[in-house]
């Protein structure tokens, strides 16, 4: 009895320490313009990098449209309130549903492929979805689309520091609630789909159309960070979310941590400071930065940051113990 209410309390564990980060990084924001652009690059690279971990992580899938589907989700906003005088809240949901039709779209078209051919498949879908919008005159083509409306509940508008503090929110709640799916009993079957499909499929279970759910669940979870995006900033362009942004998302998990979505949103973090602030002394310096910390990590930390820590956490532990027992 009270293993498994410590169990139930340490499922709360991370979200608490996630929160207690979160309001670290709002404080740290505050009202400053510059700080909340940062923590806004943070929530859209979390939320595409949770949706790349959904499928990498529970079935084994390597998909590289992630890019894509934020892209879907930032101009389901856009053309919904610029072109179309529809609300804000109606280009989420579109962007959301449509990114989850072509997810399962690709999926069925893929359904035989594995591996590389697979990342190879998606990896070319992703490439000519952003020269179409490149060269779509109505999606505004290089110059993107503008003017997206600021949000408004009722009649009043938010301002860019709440509607930050709920994308902060949204990214613990859905690292939480894929955390706890992660830890279900379907969560178990999905997670041997990646390991041992046969194991799955004598089961009576179908492993293809498994696959399909969850990757348009990681596209749901990647078009939420485009429509976030493009809220707060009020703009897209086809060059928001391109390749540079799908690799940044496959090294995220890593040096995070692939073992927990916890990782996805730790390194999201991680990537945006050392991406960006490197970027300010020396052009190009952050993507090397970031590609040496991600060598260093697997090198040192194959379970990534939180890996570590959790490793340090239980090492300190039976320290503790062995002093105690000692005394």
Known sequence: MAAARRTRSGRWVPFLLGATGGMILLVWAGSNGYRLSI????????????????????????????GAYGAIGAYSVAVATTKLNLPVWLGW?????????????LGVAT?????????????????????????????GSSNGLVGVPEVAVLGWRPGQQAVVTAGVGLVLLLAFAVDRITASRWGVVVRALGQSPLV????????????????????????????????????????????NVVFLALFMPLLGGIGTPWGAVVGAML???????????????????????????????????????????????????GVRRAR
């Open 93 to 105: 949901v579109a962007g959301v549903v449509l990114a989850a039709v072509i997810a399962v779209v």
């Open 271 to 321: 990537t945006v400071q050392l991406t960006v602030q490197w970027e300010i002394f020396a052009e190009g310096g952050g993507l090397f930065v970031l590609s040496v910390a991600v060598v260093l990590v697997l090198l040192l930390a194959p379970s990534g940051v939180l890996g570590y820590l959790a490793a340090v956490g239980q090492w300190a532990g039976r320290l503790a113990r």
């Open 111 to 139: 359904a035989r492929l594995l591996g590389f051919h697979l990342a190879a498949a998606t990896l070319l879908f992703a490439t000519a979805f952003e020269t179409w919008l490149d060269n779509s005159l109505w999606l």
């Open 39 to 66: 923590v806004t690059l943070m929530v859209a690279y979390a939320l595409i990098a949770i949706g790349m971990y959904v499928p990498v992580a529970w079935a084994g899938s390597l998909s590289l449209a992630y």
């Open 200 to 243: 799955v499929s004598s089961s009576g279970t179908s492993t293809g159309r498994l696959t399909i759910v969850v990757l348009a669940l990681g596209a749901a979870v990647a078009a939420l960070g485009g429509s976030f995006f493009v809220t707060t900033v009020g703009g897209i362009t086809p060059e928001t979310f391109s390749m």
